[in-house]
């Protein structure tokens, strides 16, 4: 009781597991007394999420993969429905195949470029135009997740960096067409956290072990403080703040060396 969110009710995409940085966005939300509700991707992942969304007290659990236009419609009657309005939509989405991610960037494929784009940046403004009516009446706040490897190389990182930096653009282009409804579009650029999409990721121990020697606070972050600042931008504090990509990476992309 008492939450900065309390009456206030968002959705959630991008939950797999504990370790997702949505569920710690979820989290928080909760915490400072959002009503939530959650989707999973596929039926694989479903009795997962809502183990999940037991813990946290959420009642709304709905399927959404959102490569499919129909089930991105039923999610949204679903919400309007179960919730009848919305103030934050977190989205924490995002998918390439895994050959995609090593060797060059040279070698992407047509069809590997095109899920990268479809899932990990299309989705955003795809599900925002469906959200608009839930949000219509007072506005209010869209936060997604991306990473620095849209503006600098990171080795294998290769079409999710062209994916990230399609979806911070879409993020500036949303914020302008939906500022007038007094919704605000913004992205966290988190840092490195070891989760189901950083498994198996070459070298990615040796990139946290350089952040902790390098970045300004000298340590990783945590998908914790990912979710704080996810509250942040889901509240009145950040009234002010839109089409913006916060860091939340220890001050890492402040260094040149
Ligand atoms: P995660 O694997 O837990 O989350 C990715 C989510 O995307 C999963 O829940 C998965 O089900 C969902 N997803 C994939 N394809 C989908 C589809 N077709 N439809 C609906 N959902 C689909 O990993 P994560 O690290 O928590 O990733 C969440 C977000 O954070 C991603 O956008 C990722 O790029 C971003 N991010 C992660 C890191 C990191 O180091 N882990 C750093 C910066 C940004
Ligand atoms: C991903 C690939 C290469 C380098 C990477 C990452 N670094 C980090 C990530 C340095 C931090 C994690 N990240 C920021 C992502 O956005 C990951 C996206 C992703 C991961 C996978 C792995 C499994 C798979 N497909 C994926 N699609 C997207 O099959």
Aim: glycine content about 10%.
């Amino acid at each position: 009781m008492g939450g900065f969110l309390e009456g206030t009710k968002g959705l959630v995409l991008g939950v797999a597991n504990k370790r997702s940085v949505a569920w710690a966005c979820a989290k928080a939300l909760r915490r400072e007394g959002m009503q939530l509700a959650l989707t999973f991707a596929s039926e694989r992942l479903e009795a997962s999420v809502r183990k999940l969304a037991e813990e946290l007290e959420i009642e709304t659990v709905l399927a959404c993969d959102v490569t499919m236009p129909d089930e991105m419609d039923r999610l949204i009657d679903g919400i309007g429905e179960r919730l009848g309005s919305l103030d934050t939509f977190v989205h924490g989405v995002a998918f390439a195949k895994r050959e995609e991610l090593k060797g060059t960037y040279l070698e992407t494929s047509r069809e590997g470029f095109q899920i990268a784009q479809e899932v990990s940046a299309y989705s955003l403004p795809a599900m925002s135009r469906r959200l608009i009516p839930l949000m219509a009446e007072k506005g209010g706040s869209i936060t997604t997740l991306t990473y620095i490897g849209s503006e600098r190389v990171i080795p294998n990182y290769n079409v999710m960096g062209v994916a990230k930096a399609a979806l911070e653009a879409s993020v500036r282009y949303l914020a302008y067409d939906l500022g007038p409804q007094n919704i605000r579009v913004n992205a966290i650029s988190s840092g490195p956290i070891r989760t189901l999409s950083a498994s198996g990721i070459d070298g990615f121990t040796a990139i946290l072990d350089t952040i902790a020697e390098r970045a300004p606070l000298r340590r990783n972050i945590t998908a914790d403080e990912v979710g704080d600042v996810c509250a942040f931008l889901s509240s009145p504090l950040s009234r002010g703040v839109t089409g913006s990509t916060i860091y939340v990476d220890a001050g890492y992309h402040i260094m040149g060396l």
